[in-house]
């Protein structure tokens, strides 16, 4: 798998952002089939940093309601990778 297919976007909310001030954990929506051991490679590759830890979670698509039809929003994985003291990624910053 691709380091570009793995890592499909970050995920910047008020929440995220305390935990990487806080803790230095980073979180990022990643594909479904990446792996932690692809996860960690690919955020390291990228980005040039040291990842210490990653913890991961499948949500399941939801059913949602359009018009008179159902339909389903997609499955999505997302990321949480802690790294190593004084590391950054900038795109978190601001």
């Known amino acids: 798998m691709s380091l570009y297919r793995t890592i499909v976007r970050p995920i910047v909310t008020e929440r995220t952002s305390a935990a ?8 990022f929506e990643v594909a479904t089939d990446a792996t932690k051991h692809s996860i960690k490679a690919a955020v390291e590759q ?7 830890g990653v913890w991961t979670s499948n949500a399941r698509g939801r059913a949602r309601r359009v018009g008179q039809s ?3 929003r997609p499955h999505t ?4 990778v802690k790294l190593r003291d004084g590391d950054t990624i900038a795109i978190f910053e601001g």
């Open 77 to 80: 994985k997302k990321a949480i």
């Open 70 to 72: 159902i339909g389903r």
């Open 20 to 27: 990487y001030q806080d803790r230095g954990e980073y979180t």
């Open 46 to 52: 990228l980005f040039g940093v040291k990842v210490t």
